[in-house]
């Protein structure tokens, strides 16, 4: 398999072209397996440096970068807000001057504003990746969902996916939305009027159906994907209350019933139990919750293996996953 790929950074995924997500999936599988084996690990970026940067707090997305860096060999550094020199006044861009003058190959970058990343991306030599910045984009975490996608109904072209909750504020809804379209499935959105954006007009052209209700959206979905309220980036009321939202748009048993038999159900967490979904549905049998979390690693593997320089060095990451603790 070629390895070709010719970016240094990945900023969102409304830049790449469907040939380029497809790749970036297809490489993401030849890594999914070293998860599997005894010895987790390849050679593949031994030498290099990851720098996962981070001004908001995270989970799954920071620690499976920091597995991921190390499964591959290469020296991951965590640098959090807190304990950065931003809290004594340094600015953004000072930051990641500092961080480019110790040579590292990569930066993961989380931040709470918009368009962070691509600050950085112009006077970094490193690479730089998206880890979610703000409200815009959060483009290894569409990638994961559809490697799980992928791995489970075979392909996303044609499939009908439901996307339900606080769209307004999540920016996994708009890179999904973007991928989603990009690959050929037909998207549905639904939510309290509040929290669906007003300036979808471009996303609608492409087929993206707004709904207002739950049912609407779920009906025949072959994926129903739940979001988080982000609570932390809502400045003022946008619905009565956690116990009014749980009614209307909190995903229940009897709402896979509108789906595909075959549906599939998906969030990306931390989940808001008994709010936007219920634990029967959580842990239930359609629940791909927690292979999204293992297929994170494998994503976050590839995106790190083809900017990082594994990829561009012209290497095969079929042979590159066969070599064991070289």
């Known amino acids: 398999m070629s390895t070709n790929f010719n970016r240094k950074d990945l900023l969102g995924i409304r830049e790449l072209s469907p040939a380029e997500i497809t790749h970036i999936l297809d490489t993401a599988e030849s890594f999914r397996d070293v998860s599997r084996r005894e010895i987790k690990k390849v050679p593949t970026l031994r030498g ?5 940067l981070f001004f908001e707090a995270s989970t799954r997305t920071r620690t499976s ?8 060999s290469a020296d991951a550094i965590n640098i959090s807000a807190s304990s950065s ?3 004594k006044g340094e600015t953004l861009l000072d930051t990641a001057r500092n961080l480019e003058a110790m040579a590292p190959d990569c930066i993961v970058i989380r931040h709470n504003c918009a368009g962070a990343p691509h600050q ?39 499939l009908k996916v439901a996307i339900i909750g606080d769209i ?3 920016r996994v809804a708009r890179s999904n939305i973007h991928l989603l379209t990009a690959l050929g499935a037909s998207v549905s959105v639904a939510g309290p009027g509040t929290l669906v954006p007003k300036d979808f007009t471009e996303l ?15 009906e025949g979905a072959d994926v129903v994907m739940i979001l988080r309220i982000q609570r932390e980036r809502q400045t003022s009321a946008f619905f009565p209350s956690m116990r009014e939202y749980a009614v209307h748009y909190g995903l229940h048993l009897e709402h896979l019933t509108l789906a595909s038999q075959d549906a599939i159900v998906m969030h990306p967490g931390p ?16 629940s791909l919750i927690l292979d999204q979390v293992s297929n994170g690693v494998a994503v976050r593997m590839a995106i790190l293996y083809l900017l990082a320089g594994g990829g561009r060095a012209g290497g095969d990451v079929d042979d ?5 603790g070289e």
Do not use: W, Y
């Open 48 to 52: 290099r440096t990851v720098i996962n």
């Open 320 to 324: 590159t996953t066969k070599r064991i």
């Open 65 to 72: 970068f920091e597995i991921a860096a190390k499964r591959l």
């Open 168 to 170: 307004l504020h999540s």
């Open 271 to 286: 989940m808001n139990r008994g709010i936007e979904i219920s634990s029967e549905v959580a842990d239930g049998s359609r």
């Open 120 to 158: 950085l991306a112009r006077i970094c030599r490193a690479g730089i990746v998206n880890a979610g910045d703000g409200s815009h984009e959060h483009p290894t975490q569409a990638l994961l969902d559809a490697l799980t996608i992928r791995e489970h109904k075979g392909g996303i072209e044609g």
């Open 204 to 218: 609608v052209e492409k087929g993206l159906r707004v709904e207002r209700r739950i049912e609407d959206a779920i």
């Open 85 to 87: 020199s931003v809290t």
